[in-house]
């Protein structure tokens, strides 16, 4: 796909909290789909199989979190998702929009907010997760996830595309 065309499919449809010039964090991380999947189906396929290490990032959240009056999350389930509708939960996130072209998910409590937004469009699908932060603990809590919340999001792709590509290769 020409670099351009990747470009414009990246970003097709793409949710952000605000404009970016007014967010805290802001990453798009796309790959070229060897077959197509709907937002949801990624989800399902990225989160099927925990990152190594990823059960204790939350749970080393969470602990700190705590202390500072933030509710305890838990993570991210490896549970198969076949539908959801816009007010479900999808584990600590609460799903703003569902299509076959875009998830919209989004987390708001008194330190910051978040949205990530899933797209699927032509060929490519996109990770977008915006933030904007209310006070002095959201700045810091960023601090550490700025980076890991990077490059979570690589290697989940990188997962997503290697078990998109053993699918295709097993049809």
């Known amino acids: 796909m020409p670099p351009n ?4 499919a990246a970003t097709a ?8 010039a007014e967010l ?3 990453d798009t991380q796309s790959i070229v789909l060897p077959v197509p999947v709907t937002p949801l189906e990624a989800w399902t396929l990225m989160h ?10 939350f749970w080393l959240r969470d602990a700190i979190s705590a202390c500072f009056g933030v509710k305890r999350i838990g993570g991210i389930t490896s549970k198969p998702h076949t539908g959801v509708q816009p007010g479900d939960k999808l584990d600590f996130f609460l799903v703003e929009a569902v299509s076959d072209t875009v998830l919209t998910l989004t987390v708001r409590d008194r330190h910051l907010d978040v949205m990530t937004c899933i ?9 977008t997760s ?3 932060t209310r006070n002095r603990f959201g700045r810091a809590y ?5 980076p890991a919340h ?4 690589a290697l989940s792709l990188k997962r997503l595309k290697q078990a998109l590509e053993q699918r295709r290769a097993a049809v």
């Open 5 to 8: 065309a990747f470009a414009r």
């Open 13 to 20: 449809r793409i949710q952000i909290l605000a404009p970016a």
């Open 24 to 26: 805290d964090f802001l």
């Open 48 to 57: 099927a199989r925990p990152l190594p290490g990823l059960k204790l990032a």
């Open 119 to 127: 797209t699927s469009s032509a060929g490519v699908l996109s990770v």
């Open 130 to 132: 915006s933030v904007k």
């Open 142 to 146: 960023m601090i550490p996830v700025r």
């Open 150 to 153: 990077k490059l979570i999001v």
